[in-house]
């Protein structure tokens, strides 16, 4: 380890402690670990895929094409997913009352799995969804998928 990096590392973990209130803020690196594909990079989804598949306005106009991508590329490694040393360094930092937030663009549900408590899911999460029409919020499970875009259940 460079000595440069030493003292760069030293600082943040001083900073850290001495924090009034830390929030950590995550994205799709932090589950990488845990087998859910990045969005970027060499091996990323917008290197094999159009990132408007995504894209709010396309989801009104083409919600089976969306879904079909989700239940295709996401939900398999959703399912399996598990929170990897990363999630669980948050879920430490939290229980030592060191770490107060966490605000993710992630919808895995990986820091609740590893017993975080305080998640702002910028988001949503995977495992509810809520009606566009009705704004009812359930919960996900596996059979949803069945009849692509999912029917409201009310």
């Known amino acids: 380890m460079s000595d440069d990096f030493s003292i760069q590392l030293d600082t943040v973990a001083q900073r850290i402690l001495h924090s009034k209130r830390l929030a950590a803020f995550t994205g799709a690196g932090i589950s990488v670990e845990s087998g859910i594909p990045p969005f970027r990079g060499e091996n990323g989804l917008w290197s094999k895929y159009d990132p408007s598949i995504l894209d709010i ?10 879904w079909s ?39 895995d549900n990986l820091h609740f799995c590893a017993g975080n408590q ?37």
Do not use: W
């Open 57 to 66: 306005q396309r989801f009104y106009t083409s919600p089976k094409a969306t």
């Open 69 to 107: 991508f989700l239940k295709e590329v996401f939900y398999p490694a959703l399912n399996i997913a598990r929170p990897n040393p990363a999630h669980y360094c948050l879920n430490l930092l939290e229980k030592k009352g060191i770490l107060k937030d966490i605000i993710t663009m992630n919808i």
């Open 118 to 154: 305080y998640v702002i899911e910028f988001h949503g999460n995977y495992r509810r969804l809520q009606c566009t029409k009705c704004k009812q919020v359930f919960s996900f499970e596996q059979s949803i998928l069945n009849e692509l875009p999912p029917v409201c259940p009310s």
